[in-house]
């Protein structure tokens, strides 16, 4: 068990002075930034074709405006179906490069008034998408509205207001003395706002029959299009009555049913429902519940084929509830087992369509818990598989065919990362709801894999209480595995805290069962924690003394990363006790190991950071500035390019110890200090704030 882990996470703080530029890094010094926009619309959709004169009248318009600041508001209005939203997305990144700072968008709740999002809600939304936290929005309408006129202010940015139900919706919130371009969709046209440079309405209407069959054979595996008879596709095309979303269903049902004909496809759609094709779609969103809804438009589920969903982009059309972020959920789960199935890119949310929303909608009584049951089963495993290749070692709850994603790429390693971002929420909901069902089984899994993103974003308190229920589970459960395991990741969680006696306590009751079980790996991992607790006290001796006696427990186990990250630990203790020699020689056996496959492991990027910014401060302590500053230099840029703002904090304050310049040494430890207080840990903040200003010890 690694008990360092790996401190990643998508942490929306920034450095406050300092800033990487970019991956090969020249470290800048700047003024202290504003707070930054957050663009949350979804890639734009593959499967996109056409609507070449609407793009082109929208083109024409905002080149015009040659870069002036104002207003440009585009009001697309179609019937449902024609692919208004879709439009507006692909325009938003189209014109990116006219409006650098942001391209966001939220939904208004239309066309139906009774369904509209009131406008202090929707400002609540702005604000999260302008770096606003939750409890920091003001009360009162007229207080939001101010804080982001003055957030966009000089601002270049395209707003997409989905679903909306009047011009009056969108005249509350038209940004003021900003760049930007509006883009509101709704199916009907809608009368004029005013109060804004340009105002262009645009209708959308039906696509052709060859625009159609395009989406249709992009949307298809290859061997299906080939396999795809003339005449099948031609009733296929005739069956999406110019519809892109009719398409995008169709495209839904393959994908969901792998063993589906072509003829099963059009019976399928020939059997959607009573009426004309605009009816069916109509008939098909106005299933859904309000949230389900909500997600299915601000995401855009219809019409996004292998979309990530962005943690804020869901906080921001969602809220913080996680009981309603499950709505998400449960659209996703068929999407994501199936991927899961396939070997695909399994930590996305592919395409949202078809039966499986109207089953989710439909469902009732003992099929809804039914339904819930196999949501939480899901989420455990997933968050399980997803935690293993962050952490590196077996979970909880892993099954066997977890053991080849030790060699897993980097890439499939951030989808992971990426995808515990965006769930932790909701795994702390399974946790909760699997404890009052007396499940076990459940919160013991899923509650160590959510620990892990917790750790490694610094969110200590959430982190700590989801841990102390899974020892609870496990005591309930008499599983003494798991009480061995929670009891060393709650005593690391309380030395994150800085309760240390308290983290003591728990790890020698872990030892007192570890012995007797005979758990090698176990023993080394409290062992570990009582290691780094004496490194955090500050008794630099003792914890060298016991991190070495890990090593020996480690030493019979073939984990050869284990070795590495212990080593890794060691040799921070000896910086500090001025060996600094012999650290180097400790990290400089570890960083192959990190850094080169082997035969049942994968390079670990984040190690690799972390033994160079290590090495750099070994350099530092034997004189060798240069080359030190050149380690910490490329740590540093390693850990901003995968978005790990603890350890980007740790290097700067190395970086400020090397600094010869009185100013550059200040700036680097604010923008450490800042990086701390972004994701909570104001304690280390305020140290480094009082060793900047000469207050500390």
């Not at 406008?119 to 939750?134: G, I, K, M, Q």
């Not at 992971?416 to 919160?443: F, K, Q």
Request: charged share 25%; hydrophobic share 40%.
């Amino acid at each position: 068990m690694s008990t360092e882990g790996n401190n990643a996470g998508n942490i929306g703080g920034q450095a406050r002075v300092v800033q990487v530029q970019n991956l090969h890094g020249n470290v800048t010094v700047a003024e202290p930034p504003e707070r930054r926009m957050h663009s949350n619309l979804p890639p734009a959709n593959r499967l996109f074709t056409d609507r070449e004169y609407a793009r082109a009248r929208v083109r024409r318009l905002v080149h015009q405006s040659n870069n002036r600041d104002g207003v440009t508001l585009v009001k697309l209005h179609g019937a449902p179906g024609v692919g208004t939203s879709e439009l507006a997305r692909y325009l938003a990144f189209e014109l990116a490069d006219h409006y650098r700072d942001a391209q966001m968008g939220i939904d208004l709740g239309g066309p139906e008034p009774d369904r509209a999002v009131p406008a202090e809600a929707l400002l609540d939304r702005l604000l999260l998408l302008c770096d606003v936290r939750s409890d920091q929005i003001p009360a009162s309408p007229a207080a939001k509205r101010d804080l982001f006129v003055r957030l966009t202010d000089g601002k270049a940015f395209v707003l997409v207001l989905d679903n909306a139900v009047s011009a009056g919706q969108i005249r509350a919130l038209l940004p003021a003395r900003s760049r930007c371009l509006l883009l509101a969709t709704s199916p009907n046209a809608l009368p004029r706002v005013g109060n804004v440079e340009k105002e262009l309405p645009v209708h959308v209407g039906d696509m052709e029959n060859e625009a159609v069959t395009e989406i249709l054979l992009r949307g298809m595996a290859e061997a299906e299009a080939g396999d795809l008879p003339e005449d099948a596709l031609h009733r296929l095309v005739n069956l999406c009555h110019g519809l892109p979303a009719l398409a995008h269903i169709a495209l839904g049902y393959l994908e969901h049913n792998p063993f589906a004909t072509t003829e099963d496809l059009i019976a399928h759609l020939e059997a959607g429902g009573e009426g004309g094709p605009r009816d069916r779609v109509a008939a098909y969103v106005s299933a859904l519940s309000e949230q389900e809804l909500r997600v299915f438009r601000t995401i855009g589920a219809h019409t996004a084929l292998g979309l990530t969903v962005d943690q804020r982009a869901v906080e921001a059309a969602l809220g913080n509830d996680p009981y309603v972020r499950q709505d998400l959920n449960k659209l996703a789960q068929l999407s994501l087992l199936h991927k899961n199935a396939r070997n695909s890119v399994w930590f996305t949310v592919g395409s949202l369509v078809g039966d499986v929303a109207l089953e989710r909608a439909g469902s009732a009584g003992g099929e809804r818990s039914a339904q819930i049951e196999v949501l939480r089963r899901h989420y455990r495993d997933t968050a399980v598989r997803a935690a293993s290749l962050l952490t590196r070692r077996p979970l909880l709850g892993a099954s066997p065919e977890l053991d080849d994603d030790a060699r897993a790429d980097e890439r499939t390693v951030a989808q992971a990362r990426d995808w515990l971002s965006t769930a932790v929420e909701v795994l702390t909901a399974v946790v909760r709801r699997s404890a009052d069902a007396g499940d076990h089984t459940t919160v013991i899994a899923t509650a160590e894999a959510a620990s892990v993103y917790l750790a490694e974003s610094g969110r200590n308190a959430e982190r700590v209480a989801l841990l102390a229920g899974g020892l609870e589970a496990a005591t309930a459960a008499d599983d003494v595995r798991a009480r061995i395991r929670f009891g060393n990741l709650l005593g690391l969680a309380h030395m994150d805290r800085g309760a240390f006696d308290e983290a003591e306590a728990l790890v020698v009751r872990s030892l007192e069962l570890a012995e007797p079980a005979g758990d090698p790996m176990e023993r080394a991992a409290a062992h570990e924690v009582l290691g780094l607790v004496s490194q955090r006290r500050g008794d630099h001796t003792r914890a060298v003394e016991g991190l070495l006696r890990v090593r020996e427990l480690k030493e019979g186990l073939d984990r050869p990363q284990a070795l590495a990250v212990t080593d890794l630990l060691i040799a921070r203790s000896l910086i500090e006790l001025g060996r600094c020699g012999e650290a180097r020689d400790r990290l400089e056996s570890a960083l192959p190991v990190f850094s080169e496959p082997g035969q049942h492991r994968a390079p670990d990027a984040v190690n690799v950071a972390k033994v160079r910014m290590e090495r750099g401060r070994a350099l530092l302590g034997l004189g060798e500035r240069e080359e030190a500053e050149a380690e910490l230099r490329e740590a540093l840029n390693r850990f901003a390019e995968l978005d790990i703002p603890l350890q980007r904090a740790r290097t700067l304050e190395a970086l400020a110890d090397a600094a010869q310049d009185a100013r550059a040494r200040d700036e680097y430890l604010t923008a450490a200090a800042g990086l701390h207080r972004d994701v909570g840990d104001v304690a280390a903040a305020e140290r480094v704030e009082a060793e900047r200003d000469g207050t500390g010890e």
